[in-house]
């Protein structure tokens, strides 16, 4: 199992330790810390060079383990469902763009909020319209060789696809179980929603690629009720080897996340 964590480029997020001013300071750390990885928040790709981002992660030695695409959704009203068709087909590029980079940084896709919140009176409605608008994103995701994580998230956020069995279901049977999507495996999401730990990671099988660390109350690892230690023991059990990365809050300090991440990734590294 791999380790990363959240850095931003452009806008700052509740979920990184640094401003995106201080990006590479971001990556100093993340090396210095003995991370793989970074998981890299874009919102839009202008003036972005990707090129460039590559090789400063390969100054480092660090890989990309996804491309954390959520903030347009808040930023510019971005959605594949629930909007009219010309802000579906604008998101459709976007998720494109990610494809793009992705691509070339050797990374992942994640799809999580920006896909549309749905309802509950019209779930059915709902997946349907998302199934008909992820499709052109599946096949260039499919041509490009990346994978796109489906990300299952509580019921408070949205109505759709809440926990890892939903998540699974959906890609099975509306999507038509695609080899270029897999499933995002957010642990604060899954402690609200999931029956339980072990029973989620049999169901999800190889269709687990990314995980987000975080505790029971966001924070992280150590400081909510969750057992992080033996959640990753089972699923570093069943051979996974993808990445694990970090997107809690900068709780209980920034200064905590800051100087406990290292030692406690080389313990999750000796489960």
């Known amino acids: 199992m791999k380790f990363s964590a959240t850095v931003t480029l452009q806008y700052d997020t509740i979920f990184s330790s640094f401003s995106p001013a201080d990006y590479l300071k971001g990556l100093d750390w993340m090396k210095a810390n003995h991370l793989d990885g970074a998981e890299l928040c874009i919102s839009n790709y202008n003036n972005l060079d990707v090129a460039k981002i590559k090789d400063e992660l390969d100054q ?8 954390s695409t959520g903030q347009a959704r808040g930023l510019e009203g971005l959605s594949l469902i629930g909007v009219p ?42 997946l349907k319209e998302l199934a008909e608008a992820m499709k052109p994103i599946i096949e260039y995701a499919d041509k490009k060789g990346v994978i796109i994580c489906l990300e299952a998230i509580n019921r408070y956020e949205t109505a759709l696809l809440n926990s890892a069995e939903a998540t699974v279901e959906f890609i099975d049977n509306g999507l038509g179980n695609p080899d270029c999507v897999g499933i995002l495996w957010d642990l604060f999401h899954a402690n609200i929603e999931d029956i339980g730990y072990e029973r989620s990671i049999k169901i999800m099988g190889n269709k687990l ?10 924070m992280f690892p150590g400081y909510g009720h969750t057992d992080i230690a033996a959640i990753l023991k089972m699923v570093k059990n069943t051979g996974y080897s993808e990445y694990a990365s970090f997107e809690c809050f ?3 300090s920034l200064e905590t996340v800051l100087n406990e991440t290292g030692a406690w990734v080389q313990k999750m590294r000796e489960l």
Do not use: W, Y
């Open 60 to 67: 480092r030695g660090l890989g990309c383990s996804t491309l």
């Open 85 to 126: 068709a010309d802000v579906t087909k604008k998101t459709q590029e976007r998720f494109m763009q990610h494809i793009d980079a992705a691509k070339i940084l050797g990374s992942k896709v994640t799809m999580g909020l920006m896909r549309g919140l749905g309802s509950q009176t019209t779930m059915d409605k709902d």
């Open 209 to 218: 690629k990314h995980i987000h660390l975080a505790d029971s109350n966001r």
């Open 250 to 252: 900068n709780l209980p």
